[in-house]
């Protein structure tokens, strides 16, 4: 069982930055793959960034890849997203979300996460 807390969230304008942290409780943090996920109002929750456990491999959506950096610190059971050059498109509700790692590789598909964290919110003014 892994619980997951999300923090960072925030209103700001267009152009900014913001840090996702979300923390993952257990000591078996380093077993699991790690994805943000984000869903806006009135639309489908969609992938944004995924991070193997070793942190050798990610994966962005195209719509954030060279604006978003996806890291994490095992030795803190912590998974990162820094986010610059916010768009107002990029207003959510994101989520962090874990998969125990298999022979399969990292994956994107929602579906493929065990756990998930409660979310936090994120707000681009233009």
């Known amino acids: 069982q892994v619980q997951l807390l999300e923090s960072g969230g925030g209103l700001v304008q267009a152009g900014g930055s913001l840090r996702l942290s979300c923390v993952a409780s257990?000591?078996?943090?380093?077993?699991?793959?790690m994805g943000w996920f984000r869903q806006a109002p009135g639309k489908e929750r969609e992938f944004v960034a995924a991070i193997a456990w070793r942190g050798g491999v990610t994966k962005y959506a195209i719509s954030v890849k060279g604006r978003f950096t996806i890291s994490r610190d095992n030795a803190k059971n912590s998974v990162y997203l820094q986010m610059n050059s916010l768009k107002p498109e990029d207003t959510a509700v994101y989520y962090c979300a874990a998969n125990r790692v298999t022979s399969r590789g990292l994956q994107v598909e929602i579906d493929e996460y065990d756990y998930w964290g409660q979310g936090t919110q994120v707000s681009v003014s233009s």
């Open positions: 257990g000591r078996t943090f380093s077993s699991y793959d």
